[in-house]
């Protein structure tokens, strides 16, 4: 199982940026999909999950103005950032809880994508 992160960049505050993460293999199901940023200095912290029934969270610095949503067919998160504030500044990591082929539900394994870098200028 692989997970493939796509997107970032750079722009200025106040521009929008997408960001996306699709896993591929063979696997059962994934549960929750979400993205975890980290910037200089700071620890990793949790922006924003979805689950299966499109259930999503929001770490209060994002609430409207970011939207993640999941395409379970190609089983791939996608995550619009809008007005962007320098603090969104960081590296985001994409995650999944896959339930592989040797688990049964609920179990699942957290898989990660390789970072991408989100760069906010003031």
């Known amino acids: 199982v692989q997970l493939q992160a796509s997107g970032g960049g750079l722009v200025p505050a106040g521009g929008s940026l997408s960001l996306s993460c699709g896993a591929t293999g063979i696997f059962r199901g994934i549960y929750v999909m979400g993205w975890y940023r980290q910037a200089p200095g700071k620890e990793r912290e949790l922006v924003t999950s979805?689950?299966?029934?499109?259930?999503?969270w929001y770490r209060n610095s994002v609430k409207g103005r970011f939207t993640i949503s999941r395409d379970n067919a190609k089983n791939t998160t996608y995550l619009q950032m809008k007005n962007l504030k320098p603090e969104d500044t960081g590296v985001y990591h994409c995650?999944?809880?896959?339930?592989?082929?040797?688990?049964?539900?609920?179990?699942?394994?957290?898989?990660w994508g390789q970072g991408t870098q989100v760069t906010v200028s003031s």
């Open positions: 995650y999944a809880e896959i339930t592989t082929l040797t688990m049964t539900w609920p179990q699942f394994q957290t898989h």
């Open positions: 979805i689950d299966s029934d499109d259930s999503a």
